[in-house]
């Protein structure tokens, strides 16, 4: 293998759906050939299956791993991220890229475990990885430079959207675009439910809400319009939508919405606890 494919060695370290969603779209998009691969599971059978749906080299070893690869993608959830850098501590090369996927985990947290200056990037990724339409956020850790913040891009930009941001906004973009889907789907759920309450079956309810979410999702991306213009070409006086957003406003949906996220940030933030160095 010639250096440079050695170079685009990449180690997903966890086969979840997460990674293997983020495999299937490097593979998809050409940033990655399955040769230049391998993801690791905790059981056979798991890893039998992903060998077979991706065709990318498959172990049941971490350590195995981190030593075939250039730049390591660690997927697993953030309660095993200890036990995990525990089993590689001893292998991770200074020179190798280290990208984090576990929310909450600290760049500071991974540092230590890995030799002096090994750059690590931290991501906070969101579940529409799965149809290649994720909103990603790459931080740099001490060690990181734009050239291993450009690694994690290309990596990521084959499922999605990726921006920079320092990460001391981590705990922001988790509770926005990391649990942003859920918020979306809350709503799509309760808009369906009152088109059946309105005599509607459950099946044109659910084509009706779905396809009018992902129009004005296009409509907000593609015409770089502010929201309040856009609901304003929908809201005419005295009629229905009017009528509607005044029930919404009176319920104090919009403070909702910012209590919750607001919480949902301070949230991620008590996570994070415990995961800071010892300090001096």
Known sequence: MSEQSTDRRVAF???????????????????????????????????????????????????????????????????????????????????????????????????????????VVRVMSNVPVLVDEAMSVVSPGAHAEDKHLAVAEELLSSVGHVIRLSEKHQDAVTATSGSGPAYFFLLAEAMIEACILLGLSRDVGTELIIQTMVGSAKMLRDTKRHPVELREMVTSPGGTTITAIRHLEQAGVRAAFLNAIDAARNRSAELAIGHEPDED
């Open 13 to 119: 370290l966890g086969g979840g759906r997460m990674g293997e969603a983020l495999i299937s779209g490097l593979l998809r998009s050409g940033g990655r050939t399955a040769p230049e691969i391998m993801v690791t599971a905790r059981r056979e059978e798991r890893a039998r299956e992903l060998g077979e749906r991706t065709g990318v080299a498959t172990t049941l070893s971490n350590p195995e791993a981190v030593r075939w690869a250039q730049t390591l993608v660690l997927m697993v959830k953030p309660q095993d991220m200890e036990t995990l850098m525990s089993q590689i501590t001893d292998v991770v090369r200074q020179d190798q890229l280290v990208i984090s996927f576990a929310a909450g985990i600290r760049t500071s947290f991974i540092e230590r475990f890995v030799p002096p200056d090994t750059p």
